[in-house]
């Protein structure tokens, strides 16, 4: 039998509902929720402190861009958002993150499945 290890993961999002939600959801399913993040400021800190395994990024952070953030990441980024994926395709494909989540399907298995066809974190996606 082959044993999960426990995923680290930061959270961030400009919604303290969806933070406190995606936290409860995500524990409760054996991810580590190292700590959320509520700017990009933030995330960037708590990244270098915390050194998660994958960070979610909303790509509405109010004033800021998630897909600006994912850029200056240097661990997998996982986009989410309450819109569609279709809405943001062009954009996820230019991005460097290893894919996009709708909230509504954010899991514990649906962020292992992403980071299990993840290619290099230094290259580019679709490169």
């Known amino acids: 039998m082959t044993r999960v290890m426990p995923l680290r993961c930061l959270i961030v999002d400009d919604s303290p509902n969806f933070l ?3 936290r409860g959801l995500l524990e409760q399913q054996g991810v580590i929720v190292v700590g959320v993040a509520s700017s990009g400021v933030e995330a960037l800190r708590r ?3 915390l050194r998660p ?3 979610l990024v909303d790509v509405d952070l109010g ?3 998630g897909f600006e953030l994912a ?3 240097a661990v ?3 986009l989410i958002s309450t819109h ?3 809405d943001f395709a062009d954009l996820i494909a230019a991005s460097r993150a290893v894919g996009f989540l709708s909230k509504s399907a954010l899991s514990s298995a649906a962020i292992r499945d992403l ?3 993840a290619g290099p974190l230094s290259a580019p996606r679709g490169t």
């Open 115 to 117: 980071l299990r066809g």
């Open 84 to 86: 569609s994926e279709q």
């Open 76 to 78: 997998p980024v996982i």
């Open 63 to 65: 004033a800021e861009s």
């Open 20 to 22: 406190a939600a995606a």
């Open 71 to 73: 850029e200056r990441l």
């Open 53 to 55: 395994d994958v960070t």
């Open 47 to 49: 990244v270098t402190q």
